[in-house]
């Protein structure tokens, strides 16, 4: 089916260029030049740079002051930054869900953490875990806590895309850690489900770092 609408058109120059990044035929640094990537695709510039604001959102291209827009280049210290921060809020988050966690919450969470047990393609894993950790400190009961904590995990993005597409993802440990902070928000054990969500976060920023 021809592409024709224009946020269609744009979609799919998002999910190109996405999945050109994440398979190292883009380099890190390299300029996003929009008549190229239109010539290249056969479309107008408009939905190029739609696409490339799309994936500014997602952190996988930044707008460089000078060069335009250009494929993110990791750094192992804003990763390490990153973390810091979503360490300590995470855990908070945690703890105030584990606060007041009630049964029923569970089941839901449990499903989406069944579905990225099965390791399925990395758009979709990410876009699981993000659900499960947004819905778990949902029930912190604490809006502003849970928006600054979103705002974070969108800005480091681009990390989980790059650590999601090694072939050594740690698809069983991560499970592991997750069912960890779940069973601790389930016991209503406010300090483990922190301490858990904090070594979740210390292993995943370790993990990348190290193939950055």
């Not at 190109?16 to 994440?22: G, R, V």
């Not at 000078?66 to 945690?94: C, K, M, N």
């Not at 993802?169 to 301490?195: G, K, N, S, W, Y």
Request: hydrophobic share 45%.
């Amino acid at each position: 089916m021809a592409l024709t609408a224009p946020r269609t058109v744009a979609g799919h120059v998002a999910a190109q260029l996405k999945a050109q990044i994440l398979a190292g035929e883009r380099a890190p640094g390299e300029k996003l030049r929009q008549v190229e990537i239109a010539r290249a695709l056969g479309v107008s510039t408009t939905p190029v740079r739609e696409a490339l604001a799309t994936l500014q959102r997602e952190g996988l291209v930044r707008a460089h002051p000078q060069r335009g827009a250009v494929v993110f280049l990791p750094s192992v210290d804003d990763l390490r930054e990153h973390y810091e921060i979503r360490a300590a809020l995470e855990s908070l988050a945690a703890a105030k869900a584990a606060e007041r966690f009630e049964p029923d919450w569970a089941p839901p969470l449990t499903t989406l953490l069944d579905e990225m047990r099965d390791a399925p393609p990395a758009p979709r894993y990410i876009a699981l875990n993000q659900r499960f950790h947004t819905r778990l400190y949902e029930h912190a009961n604490r809006p502003q806590l849970v928006t600054m904590i979103a705002a974070l995990r969108d800005a480091s993005s681009a990390y989980l895309h790059i650590y999601r597409a090694q072939d050594d993802f740690p698809t069983t440990r991560l499970d592991t850690e997750h069912r960890a902070i779940l069973a601790a928000c389930l016991a209503r054990d406010p300090d483990r489900a922190a301490t858990a969500t904090r070594v979740h976060l210390e292993n995943t920023v370790e993990h990348v770092a190290a193939r950055l």
